[in-house]
């Protein structure tokens, strides 16, 4: 049997491609997605050459999908189950977790050596083929996926598996506190998700730093108090005025070019927080200020972090949307229908519209 997917063929080239049915091993898991959708990750795999010059490796790493086969080790889910897949997805007996660093955690090789050791656990595509495919393999089933109850929709099952994660770890690595004033620092998707966990984290005042119009409504409707437009001067300039030149006591960086650090340094408070989840891909050295960082001496932590993965992180993120504490649903502004519709939502990702949010895919 052959499987289809959309890979990356080269640097700046995606395309249609045919391979044998993935082998699973006795704790794996075979799934047929029924949602996938691009995330900008995929972009920068394909276009920046972020994972290197990759042949035929099948993109994604959103999706919620269908369980069509088991090993006979899997004790917790069967065919026909609705799961959602996280992106990310560690090997569960590897040395880095008992290191406590999931995220990080392979012992499988693939296309890509680089990232054997940082940012191992994100293997779609990297170390294994993606879940652009119509059938694909997840590792360690019972341990990497989580059953979608009917409550939650495909929708909110696919924006779990990465923009919530991604965006609830900014506020974790940031570690805020109740009444704590909170710089976002771009309100894409997971931005959006780093505001509404900022909020439900107890922050107090929550600058969101964006000029879209759909996205600083839906950032006001999630929990930003303040829209901070780049338009209307400078960031950290406006960001020292409203906080009568106190400055943050967090800030979490979910978009921006290398110059974005500069920034969030110079507008946290000394002893402050700086948490970056965003993916820099162009650039080999990231600039620190020395007056905003106190010559080295500011106790201002920066801290970056892959986003959680596996069952129990999936489990607990569907209980947020479950029970009414979150709907990551609203960030869904295109769709497609169609298993060929993939690669136009992965180039809508690219070319990044003014309107664009977020995309999904409905494949049935």
Same mark, same amino acid.
């Given at each position: 049997m052959k499987v289809k997917g959309l890979a990356m063929k080269k640097i700046g080239e995606v395309g249609w491609v045919e391979k044998d049915k993935p082998e699973i091993g006795r704790r794996d898991a075979l799934i047929r997605p029924i949602a996938v959708a691009p995330c900008s990750s995929d972009v920068h795999t394909v276009f920046d050459g972020t994972l290197g010059d990759l042949h035929d490796a099948i993109l994604g790493h959103e999706a919620v999908g269908i369980v069509?086969?088991?090993g006979d080790e899997v004790r917790d889910f069967k065919p026909g189950d609705r799961v959602i897949v996280p992106a990310i997805v560690p090997d569960w007996d590897c040395e880095a977790i008992q290191n406590g660093n999931p995220q990080h955690a392979v012992y499988e090789t693939g296309y890509c050596q680089k990232i054997d050791d940082a940012l191992g656990a994100y !293997? /779609?595509? &990297?170390?294994?083929? *993606?879940?652009f495919a119509n059938l694909f393999k997840v590792t360690?089933?019972? =341990?990497?996926?989580? +059953?979608?109850?009917?409550?939650?929709?495909?929708e909110n099952g696919v924006? +779990?598996?990465d923009m919530v994660t991604t965006g609830f770890h900014g506020v974790e690595n940031a570690d805020i506190k109740f009444g704590d004033t909170v710089v976002v620092l771009g309100i894409g998707p997971v931005g959006l998700m780093a505001v @509404? #966990? &900022? !909020?439900?984290? #107890?922050? #107090?005042? +929550? /600058? @969101?730093v964006g000029s879209r119009p759909n996205l600083v409504k839906l950032a006001k409707e999630y929990g930003a108090t303040d829209i901070i437009d780049y338009h209307d001067g400078d960031t950290v300039e406006q960001v020292m005025e409203k906080t009568d030149c106190k400055g943050a006591d967090a800030v979490i960086i979910a978009g921006g070019n290398e110059s974005i650090m500069m920034d969030a340094i110079n507008m946290t408070k000394a002893g402050g927080n700086i948490?970056?989840?965003n993916y820099f891909s162009k650039q080999d050295t990231i600039p620190i200020p020395l007056l905003g960082w106190g010559m080295g001496m500011s106790h201002k932590t920066i801290k970056g972090g892959l986003c959680p993965g596996g $069952?129990? $992180? =999936?489990?607990?993120l569907i209980d947020m949307v479950k029970y009414g504490r979150l709907d990551p649903s609203k960030m869904i502004?295109?769709? /497609?229908? *169609?298993f060929d519709s993939i690669e136009d939502s992965l180039i809508l990702m690219k070319d990044k519209p003014r309107e664009l949010i977020k995309p999904i895919v409905y494949l049935e």
């Open positions: 069509e086969e088991v !293997k /779609f595509t &990297a170390v294994v083929d *993606g879940v360690q089933a019972d =341990m990497n996926l989580a +059953i979608l109850p009917d409550e939650v929709s495909v924006m +779990i598996s @509404a #966990g &900022a !909020k439900l984290n #107890g922050a #107090g005042r +929550i /600058f @969101a948490s970056n989840v $069952r129990n $992180r =999936m489990e607990r502004s295109h769709k /497609f229908n *169609g």
